[in-house]
């Protein structure tokens, strides 16, 4: 029920900027943790930010000063400004949030924010 889309990558060399977006639908988003986490192919799930519902950030270190986070309400999603790529954030991204209407596994990042719900993600490559 509750659904996330994410488009928006591509292939960049290496310095380069993306921006991903993320649209949701089935629930408000505005009331939930969102943020996006990736997954490169044979590795485990990245976290790479997060935002709560009292409008807090949280960055992993390795993307801190490269990527932004913002809460796109209009569209019931949000985006990830990303700067400076480098090529080891070549990953298929995923937008997520702690919302869902059925009981299952949660993907934790940090303490503070858990992912419920994501979508199919959007492929990023990065060439160096």
């Known amino acids: 029920q509750v659904r996330l889309v994410e488009s928006g990558g591509d292939s960049v060399q290496a310095g380069g900027s993306l921006t991903l977006s993320c649209e949701g639908s089935?629930?408000?988003?505005?009331?939930?943790?969102i943020g996006w986490f990736r997954q490169a192919p044979g590795k485990e799930r990245e976290g790479l930010t997060c935002i709560t519902k009292e409008g807090i950030f949280y960055y992993k270190d390795s993307v801190k000063g490269r990527f932004t986070l913002s809460r796109n309400s209009a569209r019931n999603g949000m985006t990830l400004q990303m700067n400076n790529l480098k090529p080891e954030d070549t990953a298929v991204y995923y937008c997520a949030t702690e919302a869902t209407y059925y009981s299952g596994s949660y993907f934790r990042f940090g303490a503070a924010c858990r992912f419920a719900t994501w979508g199919q993600g959007t492929q990023v490559t990065v060439s160096p």
């Open positions: 089935g629930v408000p988003l505005d009331s939930f943790i």
